[in-house]
């Protein structure tokens, strides 16, 4: 069975720190995807990257960076330069059975989520 | 088109009452999800429909949760005989097939239900 954990609870930072929020994953597949998504107090998840398990390199984007480790079932999250528009609580999701539905859309596994709390 | 819509945004309803939720995806987009999220915790799956095919059921939705997509557009999420451990915001996402890959899952922003 799929299991996304995020160890952190909460997270707490003063403005301009880097804030690393880590996630483990555990699945039985060779093919599946990993996401990051944000979830504001106004309850709506934002998409922030999609990454399939057969793609390692890590990605950039702006100030925030993900560091996918399959040797360790990491795919971690690293916010640069903290902003407190950075506050929410984030999620790390998996999805699975890619050979069923013909591209690991059957659906997410999220984990506890991250509360992240940036204080100015 | 500006995203998933979900009415109503609140619903406070007594025990033992039945509720019915709305979601209306992204038009071009062919499979619509619905989850459930507890305070606290990650969303969870519920179930999900490509066009009107209702293709995978969760375990946590039991006989008193019924879901509809009759015409492949908008969708229905009803729980008949509410109970207070039901008490949950309940999400809706759409994706189009051949454009997930790029854009993700877009979510709406939920019905939040209350049963007293």
């Known amino acids: 069975a799929q299991k996304v954990t995020q160890a952190q609870t909460e997270i707490s930072v003063v403005e301009k720190e880097d804030v690393t929020l880590d996630c483990v994953y555990e699945t039985r597949d060779t093919t599946y995807y990993l996401f990051w998504y944000k979830q504001p107090p106004s309850g709506e998840l934002v998409f922030l990257i999609r990454r399939n398990s057969f793609d390692e390199q890590n990605e950039i984007s702006g100030r925030y960076s993900w560091n996918f480790q399959k040797s360790t079932s990491s795919f971690n999250f690293t916010i640069t330069a903290s902003q407190v528009v950075d506050s929410a609580v984030y999620f790390c999701?998996?999805?699975?059975?890619?050979?069923?539905?013909?591209?690991?859309?059957?659906?997410?596994?999220f984990g506890k989520g991250t509360h992240l709390i940036i204080q100015p | 088109d500006t995203g998933v819509s979900q009415n109503p945004r609140h619903k406070i309803t007594k025990r033992g009452q039945n509720v019915t939720f709305r979601c209306d995806p992204i038009?071009?987009?062919?499979?619509l999800y619905w989850y459930r999220q507890t305070l606290g915790q990650g969303p969870e799956f519920l179930t999900y429909?490509?066009?009107?095919?209702?293709?995978?059921k969760s375990r946590l939705l039991s006989d008193r949760f019924s879901a509809e997509r009759p015409k492949g557009s908008f969708s229905t999420l009803e729980i008949q005989r509410t109970e207070q451990g039901d008490s949950a915001m309940y999400l809706c996402?759409?994706?189009?097939?051949?454009?997930?890959?790029?854009?993700?899952?877009?979510f709406g922003s939920g019905t939040r239900l209350t049963v007293v």
């Open positions: 038009s071009e987009h062919n499979r």
């Open positions: 429909f490509q066009n009107e095919a209702q293709l995978e």
């Open positions: 996402a759409s994706i189009h097939l051949t454009l997930w890959i790029n854009y993700g899952y877009t």
């Open positions: 999701a998996l999805s699975e059975s890619w050979a069923r539905s013909g591209g690991g859309a059957d659906g997410l596994t």
